[in-house]
Each structure stands twice: as structure tokens, then as C-alpha cells.
């Protein structure tokens, strides 16, 4: 087991998400409308396959699944795989355990990484946008903090928390094709939480001027 997998299994384990006990979180993003609208631009851009990077397990793993006729979800943490296998697994639908960096993407039309990037160290969100940039898929989904002013926070423990804007410093991705507001119930703790959808091509161009060296796999972000 990695040290990654390590750190993730373990907030799963003590359930620090309250993916279980969900009378514990503080604020929930309204899913029904996330999904509502992550739909709508999917079926109009004729999405019909995805990959889920970082697919994790609880409820927005659970609508995702039945949103596009093929799924692929992909997490570091077996215990996860294994569970959606038993939950989700159908045909059309299926779970790999592996660390994105060290997974090929396949052809599809799109790739959705939401929630994920914000709890690891920047050269790992380097690499796997890096990773995303040389793939074969048309668009790519990836939470993003919206507030111009955001400071992203650099070396990030993994496993821990910041939001981060995919459009600041360092990493300086496009203004994305399509911003999908995320709306919190209860206390918005942060306003500007969007899944921000971009072309691949926007990223194929962005890897050219600032895409740093990918990870290589088995290499780990300190
Ligand atoms: C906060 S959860 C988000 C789950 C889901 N995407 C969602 O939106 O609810 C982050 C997930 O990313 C997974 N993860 C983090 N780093 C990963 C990596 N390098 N490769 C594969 N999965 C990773 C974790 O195990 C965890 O399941």
C-alpha cells in the first residue's frame, strides 16, 4: 500500500468525511441540482462515456454512475474499489483500483475529477493535470475555487484540505468552457465552489506554457 492509498484509507476507516454518519456535515453542497446541471451540459455536448478520477464512494459517486451509459471509476484506495464493485457494479459500470498517476486513461468523452485535487500537494496536481492534458478525451471536469483573490496554498499535506483555484498561481489554467456552480446548503462555506469544465484541447495548449514535469508513477508528492 502506498503511502497516498495509506493516508486516504485511513480518513475512510474514521470516516473524517462523515460519509456515514451524514447528520455530521456541516454544510452539504445541493447534489440533485449539481447533478441537475452537470447533466443538462453533458447531454448537450453528447457525453456519453466518463471517467471518474478520484471517483470515491458516498452519494455523489452513487448519482454519477447512472448520469452516462459508461462509467469507469477510478480511486488509490481498494477497500473504496471494492465496495462500489458490490454498491454500483453493473454492466457498463466498473471500478479500478489504482493511483490516477499511474493510470492509462482510456478514449472517452469525458474525465470528471471532482473533490480530489484540493486534499493533494500541488506537484501531484501538476502531474495529474499534466496526465489529463495527454489523454484522449474531449472535456475534462475538475472542482475549482472561483474568488480571483484566492492564494492558492502550496505543499499541501495530502489528505488535508484547501481549496484551490485551477485559474491562480501557480497552476494558471484557462477560464474554463463552462462554470457549474456547486450551491452549499446550511452555512455556504464557500461561495465560489464550482466544477469548472474545460476542453482537453485548453489543456493540451496550457501543458505547453506552464504543465511542469509530469510525476512519473510510483513517485510520490512529499
Ligand atoms: C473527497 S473524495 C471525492 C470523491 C468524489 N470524487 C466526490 O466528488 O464525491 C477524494 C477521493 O480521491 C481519491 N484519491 C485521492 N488521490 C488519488 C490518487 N492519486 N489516485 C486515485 N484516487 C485518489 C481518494 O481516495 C478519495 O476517494
Known amino acids: 500500500m502506498s ?12 470516516d473524517k468525511w462523515y460519509i456515514r454518519d451524514r447528520t455530521k456535515v456541516s454544510s452539504q453542497v445541493d447534489l440533485n441540482l449539481l447533478l441537475s446541471d452537470f447533466k443538462k451540459f453533458m447531454k448537450g455536448v453528447g457525453v456519453l462515456s466518463m471517467v471518474d478520477l478520484g471517483c470515491g464512494l458516498g452519494p455523489w459517486n452513487q ?14 484506495v481498494e477497500s473504496v474499489v471494492e465496495r462500489n464493485r458490490e454498491l454500483l457494479g453493473k454492466p457498463g459500470v466498473e471500478f479500478i483500483y489504482s ?4 493510470y492509462s486513461i482510456p478514449t472517452t468523452d469525458m474525465i470528471l475529477c471532482r473533490a480530489v485535487m484540493f486534499h493533494l500537494h500541488e506537484n501531484l496536481v501538476f502531474g495529474i493535470l499534466n496526465k489529463i492534458a495527454e489523454s484522449d478525451v474531449k472535456w475534462v471536469a475538475m472542482t475549482t475555487f472561483t474568488a480571483v483573490d484566492r492564494v492558492n496554498r502550496l505543499d499541501l499535506k495530502p489528505g488535508s484540505f484547501y481549496p484551490i483555484s485551477l485559474t491562480n498561481t501557480p497552476f494558471l489554467l484557462p477560464h474554463p468552457h463552462k462554470l457549474i456552480k456547486e450551491v452549499e446548503m446550511n452555512p455556504p462555506l464557500y461561495p465560489d465552489k464550482c466544477l469548472g469544465i474545460w476542453k482537453i484541447e485548453d489543456l493540451v495548449k496550457w501543458k505547453l506554457n506552464y504543465g511542469k514535469s509530469p510525476i512519473q508513477e510510483g513517485e510520490q508528492a512529499q
Do not use: W
Open 3 to 14: 503511502d497516498l492509498e495509506r493516508i486516504f484509507a485511513e480518513i475512510y476507516k474514521q
Open 63 to 76: 448519482s454519477i454512475v447512472d448520469a452516462v451509459p459508461n462509467y469507469i471509476g477510478v480511486d488509490i
Open 99 to 102: 493511483d490516477i498517476i499511474a
